[in-house]
């Protein structure tokens, strides 16, 4: 199963991905697909909303219905200066710094499943490490952007560490993979309209090669 947060990103992440998909969800705006994947599999995508109350909600209720490989496509803003605008980057932990992750009894680093993480990895990305999950995207406290990259974490978005807590405690695997849309540091940069376009494609493929390695039993 996709979830991206956008649910713009999930009707173009069933049309690219899908055979004939076809629309399950709309509930409070949150799209969501199903259908036949180019392997022959069925698969699923679900938009989260922003954020990690939304994320929480829709996570678990589709726990609830049997989901047990769950796969964030979303964003993320580089904190490390090394990462260019449209690259993939696959979460392999994420730093709990928002109240949905915390209320999940999250206090310290979350990780993703290893198994499908790696996966993930093997599937194309070109870089891997942890991010900061918050509550704010714009107005965050001064000086937070360094604090968080000297943590460890290579960029900032808003619902893997929601994703990852909850995983963990209903024992499913999970994993994120995000592009970079924005540059933080020293000064905001924002990626171009038609290279997210390209990004999200490559976002979706990846993560379905990912799917596609075999579960654990």
Excluded at 104 to 127: H, M, N, Y
Excluded at 158 to 168: D, I, K, S
Excluded at 173 to 198: F, K, W
């Amino acid at each position: 199963m996709l979830l991206p947060g956008d649910p713009g990103r999930a009707l173009l992440l069933a049309q690219a991905l899908l055979a004939q998909p076809k629309m399950f969800n709309h509930n409070r705006g949150l799209w969501g697909y199903t259908g036949t994947a180019g392997d022959g599999e069925p698969l699923t995508i679900q938009s989260t909303g922003m954020g990690g109350p939304s994320a929480a909600i829709v996570i678990s209720e589709l726990i609830g219905l049997g989901a047990r490989r769950l796969v964030r496509v979303g964003t993320c803003g580089a904190l490390e200066p090394s990462l260019a605008l449209g690259e993939l980057l696959v979460a392999t932990e994420a730093i709990p710094d928002d109240g949905t992750s915390r209320a999940l009894g999250a206090t310290d680093r979350v990780a993703g499943d290893p198994t499908l993480t790696a996966a993930l990895r093997g599937a194309g990305a070109s870089r891997a490490g942890a991010v900061a999950s918050t509550d704010l995207f714009y107005d965050g406290r001064d000086g937070q952007e360094q604090r968080w990259l000297s943590a460890g974490a290579m960029a900032v978005e808003m619902e893997t560490a929601t994703l990852y807590a909850l995983a963990a405690r209903r024992r499913v695997q999970a994993g994120a993979v995000l592009i970079v849309t924005d540059l933080l540091l020293p000064a905001r940069t924002r990626i171009e309209t038609e290279a997210l376009r390209e990004a999200e494609h490559r976002l979706g493929e990846l993560a379905l090669r990912g799917l596609a390695h075999p579960p654990v039993a």
